[in-house]
Nanobody, 116 residues
């Protein structure tokens, strides 16, 4: 199993920045990909960004391309999401996830609120 704990959420104004962190522990050698997801109020959860451990390649949702950056520090076993130029529509509960191919373990979430 893989355990994940997010931190770094908070409240910012439009145009501000936040960095989310996700401490990863457990069976980390089995991890194939790691990602960030978010669930805005009264909406479905959506993928934000993913990074693959095999080659470090990344993918982003169109809504965050050019503003968000996903990264992973192997030594610290921590996943990051650098979020710049935040907009009110980025307001959501953010979750990190990681796991072997075909399966994700989830963190408990951290709230990001962007005010206009």
């Amino acid at each position: 199993q893989v355990q994940l704990v997010e931190s770094g959420g908070g409240s910012v104004q439009t145009g501000g920045s936040l960095t989310l962190s996700c401490a990863v522990s457990g069976s980390t050698l089995t991890i194939y990909s790691m990602g960030w997801f978010r669930q805005p109020p009264a909406q479905e959860r959506e993928g934000v960004a993913v990074i693959y451990t095999t080659d470090g390649s990344t993918n982003y949702a169109d809504s965050v391309k050019g503003r968000f950056t996903i990264s992973h520090d192997n030594a610290k076993k921590t996943l990051y999401l650098q979020m710049n130029n935040l907009k009110p529509e980025d307001t959501a509960m953010y979750y990190c996830a990681a796991g072997p191919m075909g399966r994700y373990y989830w963190g408990q979430g951290t709230q990001v609120t962007v005010s206009s």
